[in-house]
């Protein structure tokens, strides 16, 4: 189910359903992501920066002004395109489990076009595996825990975790504010035996 406050149930489905589309392709996640780190842009900046053909970025665009992910900011030639945060809550299908989708996650999801470890590791753990990954990934930025943490705790293997954790190293970049008091991935990947207490 998802979380929101004060809506009309309509237009929590028609969030649902908008962000469902997004996690569901890449490439309309990529762009979903590039407008909400932009704060506004034009067709053909998209165009430029994300190496979209003109009929893909201008079906894309639409697609997500349709789903009302999407605002047109101004009417004028060209038009500008601002995305509209996103913010819902859902849980697993076992109930076991509740994940926050936000625009990091859906930047996330949009880089496995392009990024072999953050796809492989959808196909393995699905979207919600990743919301988890992408909570590790920043409190590991912040010096709060290791990978082998992350592989002890969601029963993966340490390589599994770091190879995802570095993945969505820049993903956290982009959206989260990270304290320079916090552990960069260097100063805590220091080769086989980081900071971990343990011995492996």
């Known amino acids: 189910m998802s979380r929101t406050s004060n809506r009309a149930d309509g237009d929590i489905v028609r969030d649902f359903l908008s962000v469902a589309a997004l996690l569901e392709e890449p490439q309309l996640a990529q762009?979903?992501?590039?407008?909400?780190?932009e704060s506004?842009?034009?067709?053909?900046?998209?165009?430029?920066?994300?190496?979209?053909?003109?009929?893909?970025?201008?079906?894309?665009?639409?697609?997500?002004?349709?789903?009302?992910?999407?605002?047109?900011?101004?009417?004028?030639?060209?038009?500008?395109?601002?995305?509209?945060?996103?913010?819902?809550?859902?849980?697993?299908?076992?109930?076991?489990?509740?994940?926050?989708?936000?625009?990091?996650?859906?930047?996330?999801?949009?880089?496995r076009e392009t990024n072999a470890d953050i796809d492989t590791y959808i196909d393995r753990h699905g979207v919600a595996g990743l919301a988890t990954a992408l909570t590790y990934a920043v409190a590991r930025e912040r010096g709060e825990v290791t990978h082998r943490l992350m592989a002890e705790d969601l029963d993966i293997s340490p390589l599994a975790a770091e190879m995802i954790l570095q993945a969505l190293h820049p993903v956290v970049h982009e959206h989260y504010d990270i304290e320079e008091g916090g552990a960069s991935l260097d100063e805590v990947n220091v080769g086989d035996g980081d900071d971990d207490t343990s011995d492996a």
């Open 31 to 37: 762009l979903y992501a590039y407008l909400a780190r």
């Open 40 to 111: 506004e842009a034009t067709v053909q900046d998209a165009m430029d920066d994300l190496e979209l053909a003109q009929g893909t970025a201008y079906s894309y665009v639409n697609r997500l002004v349709d789903a009302g992910v999407v605002d047109v900011t101004d009417d004028g030639q060209p038009r500008r395109y601002a995305a509209r945060p996103i913010d819902l809550t859902v849980t697993t299908a076992a109930g076991d489990r509740e994940y926050t989708i936000t625009p990091a996650l859906i930047d996330a999801v949009g880089r």
